[in-house]
Every structure is written in C-alpha cells, then in structure tokens.
C-alpha cells in the first residue's frame, strides 16, 4: 500500500504539471484601471468614435497623429461623451487600453472638456492629417471582437466564451475589429466598415465570435488598417 500510495503521488505530480505546461498563457494585453491621465487631441466622431493626438517633434515615416479609440466605463463607446464635437479640439481625462499597437481610452465622466475660443473652431481637415491609402481588395479569414475586451479589458476576450459580452460591447457602439492570424501566429487588426465607411455594428451581431472569411478593400488611415466590405457578403467557414 505504502509504494501504491507513492505511486499515485508521483501519478498526480506528473499529471498537473502536464496541465500546466499545456495551458494557454494570457494575451499580452493591458487595462489600465483607475489611472487617469489627461489626453489633448481632435475628436474624430465617425464611423467610431476617436481622438486624434499629435506626435511630438519629427515623426519620420510615422503618422502625424496617434489614434486613439474612445470608450466609456460598462459596454459602451465613447460616442455619446464627445458628440457634436467632430474636429474640435478637447481636452479629457481617462485610462489607457492597449494591445500590440492598438490603444483605446476609457473617458472618465464628465471629464471632456472643450475650448470655444476662435483657434479651437477651425474645421479641421482629416483627410489631410489623416490620409487614408487604399491597399488594394483582400479575403481575409479571421475573428470579429469587440475592441475594448479584447484590447485589455477582458482575457482572453474573444472566442465563443465571450460572445455574449462581446455582442453586448458592439451593439452599445464599440468599434468592431476583425482579428486575423497568419501561419506564424501574427495578428492583424482591421476596423470594420461597410462600403461607404460607416458603422457596421447593428449588422453583424449574429457573425460575432464566429469564424468567418470577408473580403473587401484594405484602407490604411494613419497607424489603423480598416476592412470595407457589405456586412451580408461576410460568409461563415
């Protein structure tokens, strides 16, 4: 009995630790909760909430503007903080949400604050800072997620366990991204829109956590590549 009970022992031991060498580590993805900071940039209202903020000195080969996602504390975009601001310039306090190169800020409330006077009133030309380049039609095989989860908020935030969530965070105006893996394990990231460059959110809900295969025209704007395609052609595989 004595050497049976090492046995099993030594059994166990093995067995757990083969269970966690095989489980899947977190996602290198980053909320930073509760730490505020105070961002200064250009409200971008549409198709998905952004703002706009202006990389300091010589940028080189980089944008001219980092952008930012905006979002507000539960499942919501940021929309409804910054209306009727689009090309104004605001001040806003907040905490960063970020992944790989993709960032986003969840507003604090009623923190967003914009200056009236005649400097701030300009309109503000976007396709100038931000000059969009078609790259061409693609069929991309991947995930839509929403971006907040999946950025930092939640881990893992995607896949069928958080398609729930994920189909609550869109319906409330979260910017759906379409996730793709290539065959070394590198994602890509792709704002959705539809043809015309609008929101997508109310028509893809039931292709949420779903594999599926999109094609469409492939739009770098700034350090963002965007995804055009009618939600309807978006075909299950």
């Known amino acids: 009995m004595k050497w049976v009970s090492v046995l099993l022992l030594i059994l166990i031991s093995s067995f757990s630790f083969l269970m966690i060498s095989n489980e899947k580590e977190f996602d290198n993805s980053t909320f930073e909760f509760g730490e505020y900071c105070t961002y200064e940039g250009i409200i971008m209202e549409n198709p998905y909430p952004r703002i706009l903020i202006e990389r300091p000195g010589d940028t080189g080969s980089l944008p001219k ?52 006077t005649s400097e701030n009133e300009r309109v503000f030309n976007f396709d100038s800072a931000l000059p969009k380049k078609s790259l061409g039609i693609h069929t991309l095989k991947g995930e839509i997620v929403d971006s907040k989860c999946f950025y930092g908020v939640m881990n893992p935030g995607n896949l069928k ?77």
């Not at 306090?93 to 604090?108: H, V």
């Open 65 to 116: 503007y980092s952008q930012y996602y905006l979002t507000q504390f539960g499942k919501f975009g940021g929309g409804e903080m910054v209306k009727g601001l689009d090309g104004k310039k605001v001040s806003l306090e907040g905490a960063l949400i970020y992944r790989d190169d993709q960032t986003m800020i969840e507003i604090k409330n009623n923190s967003v604050n914009h200056d009236h």
């Open 161 to 237: 366990v958080h398609k729930a969530c994920a189909i609550n965070c869109i319906r409330g105006g979260m910017p759906p991204v379409f996730v793709v893996k290539d065959q070394q394990g590198n994602i890509g990231y792709y704002l959705l829109q539809d043809e015309e460059g609008g929101a997508v959110n109310k028509n893809i809900l039931d292709k949420i956590a779903e594999p599926l295969e999109i094609k469409g025209e492939v739009v770098k704007q700034g350090n963002i590549l965007i995804l055009k395609a009618n939600p309807t052609s978006y075909r299950n595989i």
